[in-house]
């Protein structure tokens, strides 16, 4: 069993930055395939950003290319998202999660363990 706990939402301005962190514990081994995604208001889940925690290949969607970048500490055992130029539009529950192997995916149904989420709310 994997355990993760995002923390670092909150409010803020647009055009602002936040980062995003994600406690891995429990079971956890180098073949995962650690991820972002978020949620908003009356919307699909929606995949942002992968990591293959082994080599640290990473992967984004083409929405968020340009203004987040995921990250690992391996010392801590943490996942970290770093968003920059944020809009309106990112405003949503923010979700870490993980995929047992070393395939990326998008696909949500193929991770394993999630996070509660964490809010992320841009004002304008």
């Known amino acids: 069993q994997v355990q993760l706990v995002e923390s670092g939402g909150g409010v803020v301005q647009a055009g602002g930055s936040l980062r995003l962190s994600c406690a891995v514990s429990g079971r956890t081994s180098l073949r995962y395939v650690m991820a972002w995604f978020r949620q908003a208001p009356g919307k699909e889940r929606e995949f942002l950003a992968a990591l293959q925690w082994i080599r640290g290949f990473t992967e984004y969607a083409d929405s968020v290319k340009d203004r987040f970048t995921i990250s690992k500490d391996s010392d801590k055992n943490t996942l970290y998202l770093q968003m920059n130029g944020l809009k309106s539009d990112d405003t949503a529950v923010y979700y870490c999660?993980?995929?047992?192997?070393?395939?990326?995916?998008?696909?949500?149904?193929?991770?394993?363990?999630w996070g509660q989420g964490t809010q992320v709310t841009v004002s304008s």
């Open positions: 999660a993980a995929s047992a192997g070393l395939i990326f995916t998008r696909t949500q149904e193929r991770y394993d363990y």
